[in-house]
């Protein structure tokens, strides 16, 4: 059974860090792109981090850039999401999902339709 399971959300206050991670089960992380995703309220589900198979250097939107750090971990089957400087316009649901991308960009890219795995999400609350 495929599954992703993120933990690590909560609520934090501007300019504040938070850590989130997500273990795999039931596939190698390794060979497959994995993403970090989130959502706002009312809003439509937004790239925030992204890594694909064949690559080492993680894209980051620029929203997030100089201030995500995305790391994968093949040992552990985990991928986290180190964030810092938060901000309130940060807070969402946070999801991580992978899909098999034979090491192009395309699932990074196109992720609606790439990423095949996703986990339950897990909300960041950025507030005073």
């Known amino acids: 059974q495929l599954q992703l399971v993120e933990s690590g959300g909560g609520l934090v206050q501007p300019g504040g860090s938070l850590r989130l991670s997500c273990v795999a089960s039931?596939?190698?992380?390794?060979?497959?792109?994995i993403g970090w995703f989130r959502q706002a309220p009312g809003k439509e589900r937004e790239r925030v981090s992204c890594?694909?198979?064949?690559?080492?250097?993680?894209y980051y939107s620029d929203s997030v850039k100089d201030r995500f750090t995305m790391s994968r971990n093949n040992a552990n089957n985990t991928v986290s999401l180190q964030m810092n400087r938060l901000k309130p316009e940060d807070t969402g649901v946070y999801y991580c999902?992978?899909?098999?991308?034979?090491?192009?960009?395309?699932?990074?890219?196109?992720?609606?339709?790439?990423?095949?795995?996703w986990g339950k999400g897990i909300l960041v609350t950025v507030s005073s």
């Open positions: 890594l694909s198979s064949g690559h080492d250097n993680v």
């Open positions: 039931g596939f190698t992380l390794e060979y497959y792109a």
């Open positions: 999902a992978a899909g098999l991308d034979m090491g192009g960009d395309l699932v990074c890219y196109d992720f609606k339709n790439g990423m095949k795995y």
